[in-house]
Each structure stands twice: as structure tokens, then as C-alpha cells.
């Protein structure tokens, strides 16, 4: 099993439907990535958190440290928001340094 | 535009050659990371330097190695490449302090083809 799961893997939605990707996460850690990687390559920050909720523009992400889960939400979703979207949690490597480890991300599609 | 620079950008080579990706993190940002992507197994973690000295090892094959310079820019050497070393590997940089769960920005990437 993997230490960090995403669901659903692939996501085909409409334009403007709200969307909710999951991650949860099997091992401690101090915090979580999301990351979004557009069809190019291209790997961009979206959020960093460690507890609660955080919003940018549309983007949506909270995180639930006790149940070890984290969910990302885009409102009124646009094509453009087409994109892989991968999860990675911060977890303690030992000798003061942290690691990330990744899902395996969800495609989403967003059709007009 | 994250502030990180990567090159190559593509890189076509044979089996059994050694290739060198480049890596220059953000301006002030000591701690550089090095990824790699296949198809197969998603993003890994390959090993992290913090203002010189390695911190942290990940997956990382013993024929691939990397080092950072005191201009903290940062390289990744290939050595002995085989087919399956095709993927596209990343460069990150975090924060000032080494060691804490800081925020990564991420290169563009290099593509490596081995053929």
C-alpha cells in the first residue's frame, strides 16, 4: 500500500461543477503539498498546509491532521484548471531533514 | 515563473553514457532537491543538499550521484545510463533554513531520453 493514496484517479467534469480530489496518508508528517502539473510538465505550488484551511481565488485545500486526510477543492471549474493534481506530505527523514512523498496525482479534465 | 532554472531542457543520449542536469534554485533559497518522474513510478525523491552538504537521501541508484556548488547552484550526474533512466527529473528549492517542512518551488524540469 502507498504510503500517500489519491482518489478518484482520473476526473472527467464539466465546466463551472465544483470538484473535491482526496488524499490520505499513512505515515506522520508535518505537513502536505499540493501540486498542480500541467499537460507540458510544468510542476507548480499551489498550497502548503499543516492544519485547517487555506483558499486561493478558486482553489480550495484543507487538511484534517488526526483522520490523515487532506482534500483539494476547485469551484466553478474551468478548462484551464485541466491538469494532473498531486498530493505529497512532508514526512521526518531523520538527522533535522523532511522528504516528500507523492501520490500518484488525479487527471482532471475540464470540458466546456 | 517559480525562480528556479533547470538545463538542459531535453536531453537525447545512448546506454552507457553520462549526462550532467544543471540546477540553480531561487535567489537566497539554500536547500535544493532533486526528483525524478517515470511513467511508471510517479514522482521520487532522489536526495536533498542544504547550503553544500547532502541532508537527505531517497531513492537515489548508486550510479547517479549530485553535489552543490558555493554559488548553491547544484548538479546531478547520470552515470552508466540505461533505458529505463528515461523520465523527466526535477529540481526544487525551499526556504532559507534547512531541514524544515518549507514550502518547494519547483524547475521546469529535464527531459532525459536515454536510447
Known amino acids: 500500500k502507498n504510503e500517500v493514496e489519491q482518489s478518484p484517479q482520473n476526473l472527467t467534469a464539466q465546466e463551472g461543477e465544483f470538484i473535491t480530489i482526496n488524499c490520505s496518508y499513512s505515515?506522520?508528517?508535518?505537513?502536505l503539498h499540493w501540486l498542480q502539473q500541467h499537460p507540458g510538465g510544468g510542476i507548480v505550488s499551489l498550497f502548503m498546509?499543516?492544519?485547517g484551511k487555506k483558499k486561493h481565488g478558486r482553489l480550495i485545500a484543507t487538511i484534517n491532521i488526526q483522520e490523515k486526510h487532506s482534500s483539494l477543492h476547485i469551484t466553478a471549474s474551468h478548462p484551464r484548471d485541466s491538469a494532473v493534481y498531486i498530493c505529497?506530505?512532508?514526512?521526518?527523514?531523520?538527522?533535522?531533514?523532511?522528504?516528500?512523498?507523492f501520490g500518484k496525482g488525479t487527471k482532471l479534465s475540464v470540458i466546456p | 515563473d517559480s525562480g528556479v532554472t533547470q538545463t538542459p531542457k531535453h536531453l537525447i543520449t545512448a546506454t552507457g553514457q553520462r549526462v550532467t542536469l544543471r540546477c540553480s534554485p531561487r535567489?537566497?533559497?539554500?536547500?535544493v532537491y532533486w526528483y525524478q518522474q517515470s511513467l511508471d513510478q510517479g514522482l521520487q525523491f532522489l536526495i536533498q543538499?542544504?547550503?553544500?552538504?547532502?541532508?537527505a537521501k531517497g531513492n537515489i541508484l548508486e550510479r547517479f550521484s549530485a553535489q552543490q556548488f558555493p554559488d548553491l547552484h547544484s548538479e546531478l550526474n547520470l552515470s552508466s545510463l540505461e533505458l529505463g533512466d528515461s523520465a523527466l527529473y526535477f529540481c526544487?528549492?525551499?526556504?532559507?533554513?534547512?531541514?524544515?517542512?518549507?514550502?518547494?518551488?519547483f524547475g521546469p524540469g529535464t527531459r532525459l531520453t536515454v536510447t
Open positions: 526544487a528549492s525551499s526556504g532559507l533554513a534547512g531541514g524544515g517542512s518549507y514550502e518547494q518551488y
Open positions: 505515515v506522520g508528517i508535518s505537513a
Open positions: 498546509l499543516s492544519s
Open positions: 505529497a506530505v512532508f514526512k521526518y527523514s531523520g538527522a533535522g531533514s523532511y522528504q516528500l512523498t
Open positions: 535567489s537566497g533559497d539554500l536547500s
Open positions: 543538499y542544504y547550503n553544500g552538504e547532502e541532508r
